[in-house]
């Protein structure tokens, strides 16, 4: 068990499209310090019961997460052994892709 992360695609379709149509692209495990970002981002508290999220990404949030990255709000070092800036950094360069392709990107967790 612990905290999984996914970002997801899909093309845009009306309001419940099934969750079986969205297709994974990037994948962290145990990045809590992204996940909180992600909840305050979208106004979203949380507890360690509930911790599962499903967030639509637009290009304005991820203008702002690496504006974020860049100023060093997203306090990496509560992890030094990982490389999460780096990885964030790959998340936010392929779902721009994906924006720009017309699809539409989700982040989903769950704890």
């Given at each position: 068990?612990g905290?999984d992360?996914?970002?997801?695609?899909?093309?845009?379709?009306?309001?419940?499209?099934?969750?079986?149509?969205?297709?994974?692209?990037?994948?962290?495990?145990?990045?809590?310090?992204?996940?909180d970002?992600?909840?305050?981002?979208?106004?979203?508290?949380?507890?360690?019961?509930?911790?599962?999220?499903?967030?639509?990404?637009?290009?304005?949030?991820?203008?702002?997460?690496?504006?974020?990255?860049?100023?060093?709000?997203?306090?990496?070092?509560?992890?030094?052994?990982?490389?999460?800036?780096?990885?964030?950094?790959e998340?936010?360069?392929?779902?721009?892709?994906?924006?720009?392709?017309?699809?539409?990107?989700?982040?989903?967790?769950?704890?």
């Open positions: 068990m905290l992360m996914q970002a997801v695609y899909a093309k845009p379709r009306e309001a419940g499209t099934p969750d079986s149509e969205f297709k994974g692209f990037h994948n962290w495990r145990k990045h809590s310090v992204f996940n970002w992600m909840g305050n981002r979208f106004g979203k508290d949380h507890t360690e019961e509930d911790y599962a999220y499903r967030f639509t990404i637009g290009l304005s949030d991820l203008d702002i997460l690496e504006k974020d990255i860049v100023a060093g709000k997203l306090p990496y070092e509560l992890d030094p052994t990982a490389d999460f800036a780096s990885d964030d950094r998340f936010i360069q392929k779902a721009r892709a994906f924006l720009s392709q017309g699809y539409e990107v989700r982040y989903w967790s769950n704890w």
